[in-house]
């Protein structure tokens, strides 16, 4: 069986350029090359960024947040046939390994219902933060195993996959588009495969530091409910979800932009509506996290 071909995508704004220098350069050091690398400018021009000849370079004039930005590199990649598999790396990121895309080709050689893969994410000193481990009751970060969820800022699509539940919701621009995308995988039948071995040294910075922060992740949450969630289960999602804002907000500002998110996402229309099935709950709650939490 031949192994699957590498793209990459990486969305950058601008404002890192000696870290996306150093990404960039860790990518080009891979034992396997890609096949091809799309760097997407979200609202920048990329004209004083070096590439190698495989980066083709895409200046956006609108900055469509992450997933929107995203969407326009796995768009490319996923309609030229070029690549079977899509690495997305965050821009702050480093690949501090050099055979990570061979691991990751092999991986998804060996089951074809692979569909997504999530990279340990580690700070410059190795350490792995809580919630950077994508299962609630473990904080061992080197559990390798089957999940539900997945980290944005480092991780592997499979092609079909993509095919399959189509790309990220562009709409939230900003929170949970990982969510989103993973429960549509998981009702596909797609597996979610935490790999420790994989790993993406970035920095331990906190979400909260977006101006945004609150209010997307509130409203993202809503849509997120009401977009892949049986009816039963979204009061009791946006319950539990209400009680931990309310113990984990520490400002009074901050509880206030949520609030304001919250009803945003009630008001606001967030097509399309495509409830998971009930089998795919109990799916999640075997692998340890119901979609309640």
């Known amino acids: 069986m031949s192994l699957p071909r590498i ?16 990404l960039l350069a860790s990518v080009e050091k891979q034992d396997v090359p890609a096949a091809r ?3 997407i400018g979200n609202s920048t021009p990329l004209a004083d960024v070096d590439v190698a000849e495989n980066v083709t370079k895409v200046p956006l004039e609108e900055n469509l947040g992450c997933p929107g930005g995203r969407n326009v590199g796995l768009e490319t990649l996923r309609e030229s046939g070029e690549v079977d598999v ?19 080709q092999q991986l998804f050689s060996e089951d074809p ?24 009751r473990s904080d061992d ?21 993509l095919k399959e539940t189509g790309l990220w919701a562009g709409e939230f621009f900003f929170g949970h588009e990982e969510s989103d995308l993973a429960w549509r995988a998981l009702d596909e039948g797609w597996k979610i ?12 910075t906190s979400p909260a530091r977006h101006a945004v922060y609150y209010r997307f992740t509130a409203r993202n949450r809503v849509w997120l409910a009401r977009r892949r969630l049986p009816w039963a289960l979204i009061p009791v999602y946006l319950g539990v979800w209400i009680l ?11 509880l206030r932009a949520w609030w304001g998110g919250f009803v945003e996402g009630v008001r606001t229309s967030c097509p399309p509506r495509k409830a998971m099935k009930w089998r795919t709950v109990w799916r999640m709650t075997r692998l340890g996290r119901p979609p309640i939490l």
């Open 86 to 104: 899509v690495i997305e790396l965050d821009d702050d990121g480093l690949l501090i390994d050099a055979d990570v895309f061979r691991k990751v």
């Open 113 to 136: 219902k692979l569909g997504i893969i999530g990279f340990r994410v580690a700070d410059e000193h190795g350490h792995t933060e809580r919630r950077w481990v994508p299962r609630l």
């Open 7 to 22: 793209g990459v995508v990486i969305v950058t704004m601008g404002t890192r350029p000696r870290e996306l220098k150093a």
């Open 141 to 161: 970060p080197m559990r390798r195993g089957l999940v539900t969820a997945f980290l944005g800022g480092g991780h592997a699509f499979s092609i079909p996959m």
């Open 193 to 204: 495969l935490y790999e420790p071995e994989l790993v993406l040294q970035h920095p331990a």
């Open 244 to 254: 931990l804002a309310l113990v984990r907000t520490r400002s009074a500002a901050g």
């Open 37 to 39: 690398v799309m760097l």
